[in-house]
């Protein structure tokens, strides 16, 4: 990291970070940091009891970080993140018995860890899309294939016995044929759309998940929480039921005879 020894700071950089600033915070004198370089900062500092402006040194309120970096009911700076509870916490509710049984993490360690969450169901649900998107496909080859059939049979039997070289008989069998293929049509129609119903709304899983994860800080980590929950397997169940079991079926099928 570069020495903080000037007074000046370059339009739009983070001193700590030498990045572009992100979700900006100013300290009391003015100097403008990224809010999670400058909580970490604060964390640091909090061993001395002091927090100083990382540039100039001049002392600073740990409320500069904004009302989510400040416990609610203590009135001092939430350095963890409780996971049973999903809240952020200062030193005071730590020791309080309310979370002396829960699990609790560094809101640092807590950041990167809910993006990798993020990040990876994301992955996977990408993968859900296109194995969805596979099935769908098939799905419809096998209706064009139904159509097919029953469009070429009613060319049969309206083109007559002579020019196809049948017998009447064997073309009275025709319609009974067609029929059967015409039954399973509308089951493979509304499955595609139940198909195309469930790509769309994992897509917008997949939408919201991104953007949490790239957007992720302090005050949006509860809802980290409730959006991997939502996006939970068991969960998308209701949105495409049995799809490995789907697609392993459809693929042992054997190909349609045209």
């Not at 990045?19 to 809010?35: D, I, M, W, Y």
């Not at 059939?149 to 060319?155: I, K, L, R, T």
């Given at each position: 990291m570069i020495p903080l020894q000037k007074d000046n700071q370059e339009e739009?950089?983070?001193?700590?970070?030498?990045?572009?600033?992100?979700?900006?915070?100013?300290?009391?004198?003015?100097?403008?940091?990224?809010?999670?370089c400058l909580t970490q900062h604060v964390e640091k500092a909090s061993a001395s009891g002091v927090?100083?402006?990382?540039?100039?040194?001049?002392?600073?309120s740990e409320e500069v970080l904004g009302t989510g970096y400040i416990c609610p009911n203590h009135q001092?700076?939430?350095?963890?993140?409780?996971?049973?509870?999903?809240?952020?916490?200062?030193?005071?509710?730590?020791?309080?018995?309310?979370?002396?049984?829960?699990h609790e993490l560094t809101i640092e360690n807590a950041l990167s860890h809910y993006k990798e969450r993020l990040n990876r169901r994301s992955r996977k649900l990408r993968k859900d899309i296109a194995e969805l998107q596979r099935l769908k496909a098939q799905q419809e080859k096998k209706l064009q294939a139904l159509q097919f059939?029953?469009?070429?049979?009613?060319?049969?039997?309206e083109a007559g016995p002579e020019s196809q070289h049948q017998t009447r008989e064997q073309l009275g069998a025709l319609p009974q044929q067609w029929l059967g293929q015409l039954e399973h049509m509308p089951a493979e129609a509304a499955?595609?759309?139940?198909?195309?119903?469930?790509?769309?709304?994992?897509?917008?899983?997949?939408?919201?998940l991104e953007r949490m994860a790239k957007e992720l800080d302090t005050?949006?980590?509860?809802?980290?929480?409730?959006?991997?929950n939502r996006s939970a397997p068991q969960k998308l169940e209701v949105i495409y039921p049995q799809l490995k079991k789907g697609v392993s079926e459809l693929l042992l099928q054997p190909p349609q005879k045209l």
């Open positions: 739009g950089v983070c001193p700590i970070c030498q990045e572009s600033l992100k979700e900006a915070v100013s300290t009391n004198c003015g100097h403008l940091f990224c809010r999670v927090f100083c402006c990382p540039l100039c040194r001049k002392p600073c001092k700076r939430v350095c963890r993140f409780c996971e049973e509870s999903r809240l952020l916490l200062c030193v005071e509710c730590l020791v309080s018995p309310e979370h002396m049984s829960h059939q029953v469009d070429h049979g009613n060319h049969r039997l499955r595609i759309l139940d198909i195309s119903r469930a790509v769309t709304q994992l897509r917008s899983l997949v939408i919201d005050n949006t980590l509860k809802n980290a929480g409730d959006l991997l």
